[in-house]
């Protein structure tokens, strides 16, 4: 279990959450979600469109069960992206704290990525940002 961040799921048995073994974990997407799934949903998509390596975490940050559900449902399939769960809302700035304690490649110094779950990524958005 993280430290203040009970009943997380989908992370490994050390609490951290494995990106895959394709993905270059030393860039990362991370979004907060809250109770917008299908908002949440079209945000990995234009990542994944703009980035298909990129690996992408949502953090749900205590959506209610429906919203979680739905969101689960609309990623299953969806390479390169993970999905983990506290059951409390711990804010923004708790959600982005957690996701770094869950996700080891976030205390590397590569690229990375935050967003809230309506964010919209244009077509190269990720390597003007990598060049700038």
């Known amino acids: 279990m993280t430290p203040g961040f009970p009943d997380m799921a989908s992370a490994s048995s050390n609490g951290a ?3 895959s073994s394709a993905a270059d974990s030393a860039r990362v997407a991370v979004l907060t979600h ?3 799934p299908d908002a949440c ?3 990995v998509s234009s990542l994944a469109t703009d980035e298909p390596e990129l690996p992408i975490v949502v953090f749900d940050n ?3 069960v ?4 739905r969101l689960k449902e609309l990623l299953r399939g969806q390479a390169n ?3 983990v769960r506290s059951a409390v809302n711990v804010g923004y700035a708790g959600a982005m704290a957690g996701a ?3 996700v080891p ?3 590397g110094d590569g690229v990375i990525y935050f967003g809230a779950h309506d964010v919209r990524v244009e077509p190269g958005t990720v390597r003007r940002l990598e060049a700038a």
Do not use: H
């Open 66 to 69: 429906s919203c979680y559900l």
């Open 17 to 19: 959450v494995e990106l």
């Open 81 to 83: 992206c993970s999905v």
């Open 41 to 43: 949903s079209l945000a």
């Open 62 to 64: 205590g959506s209610e």
């Open 100 to 102: 770094d304690r869950l």
């Open 34 to 36: 809250f109770n917008r």
């Open 105 to 107: 490649a976030l205390r």
